[in-house]
């Protein structure tokens, strides 16, 4: 064999597991799902801050984690309205400001990508458990509810991360 500069050590080397928690994130992804219903569900990525690396769980900082999905149903009945409270919550937690009539009563709106992408917010990143359509049940991590951050400032996109 060949000399290579390379160790492993089967007791110390072991990957480090994603903590549940908050930490301060950005928008980093976008994806938009029609439903059968007229209804769509929005799923959200986040990667999370350099700010992470003064936290206990360093580890996290750079990594990605998207949102469990945010449902926004259209024309609901008026005792219903309250399907459409995470959507209105999960979103303006992030900075969006939906506009709201005289009564104050919220006029959602569909968000888009160039809405949120780059936008800061404090990630809850919790086990997320769900049913695969074969009946296997599986865990992963994902951002389950958002924060403003306060302190945090939007990050601009660069340039290779823009799609085309």
């Known amino acids: 064999m060949k000399e290579f500069d390379a160790t492993f050590d089967s007791v110390n080397d072991q990957p480090k597991k994603p903590v549940p928690g908050k930490y ?10 029609s439903l059968k219903s007229g209804g769509k569900v929005f799923n959200i990525d986040f990667t999370l801050a350099s700010e992470c690396k003064n936290m ?3 580890f996290m900082a750079g990594k990605q984690y998207r949102s469990a999905g945010v449902f926004l149903t259209p024309n609901l009945p008026q005792g219903e309205r309250w399907k459409n409270k995470k959507y209105n919550e999960f979103f303006t937690n992030m900075g969006v400001k939906f506009p709201a009539d005289e009564k104050g009563i919220v006029k959602l709106q569909e968000v888009e990508e160039e809405d949120i992408i780059g936008l800061p917010a404090i990630a809850d990143i919790q086990v997320y458990k769900y049913t695969t359509k074969d009946g296997e049940e599986r865990t992963s991590m994902r951002v389950m509810n958002v924060f403003p951050w306060n302190d945090g400032t939007r990050k601009e996109q660069k340039e290779s991360d823009v799609p085309f």
């Open 56 to 58: 206990e769980n360093a």
């Open 24 to 33: 301060p994130s950005h928008v980093s992804g976008f994806e938009a799902v």
